[in-house]
């Protein structure tokens, strides 16, 4: 159980802080079910209703500092997650994103780097699934590294950028 006030990794919403844990008086909600109220880092006027109990959405603590140090190091050793098959690309993007696992998301970022920079080259834009996978991984990415390292989220590409 996560405790007030601890940051968390929930699922495709990325980083959230736990404002409280509580029954809800919401109509359709177990009445006798303890949820966790999160709030987003970037979206603090939206409130996330959680079951304490419920395994369907990942939930984590985030990262220390060192294993976002270890991760950055080792950049260059994780592959990109190159997906030919259109129909299965953007579910796939979708299922690395829920899996709020750092690797993967490293994945999908250095996939549709690539990919972006070979449809540049051909003339062509990146296309809008791309770009929104790409904005999805790279948010929740930085905001976690953000926390893990104490540094601001606008400042997590330049640092990755700096010691990789």
């Known amino acids: 159980m996560f405790n007030v006030g601890e940051y968390i990794v929930h699922g495709r919403n990325g980083v959230c802080q736990v404002k409280d844990i509580t029954h809800i008086d919401i109509s359709g909600a177990d009445k006798d079910q303890l949820y966790y109220t999160l709030v987003p880092v970037h979206s603090e006027n939206s409130k996330i209703f959680y079951p ?91 905001d976690e590294f953000a926390l893990a390292l104490n540094i601001e989220q606008d400042e997590v590409e330049n640092y990755i950028m700096a010691h990789k």
């Open 52 to 142: 304490v109990d419920s395994d369907k959405v990942v939930m984590r603590s985030i990262i220390s500092k060192e294993e976002a140090e270890n991760l950055v190091d080792h950049l260059d050793n994780i592959e990109p997650m190159w997906i030919e098959n259109e129909k299965l690309r953007e579910n796939s993007y979708k299922e690395a994103i829920s899996s709020a696992d750092c690797q993967k998301l490293i994945g999908v970022i250095k996939a549709l780097y690539e990919r972006n920079r070979e449809r540049m080259a051909q003339g062509k834009r990146i296309t809008f699934v791309d770009d929104r996978y790409l904005k999805e991984a790279k948010k929740n990415l930085f």
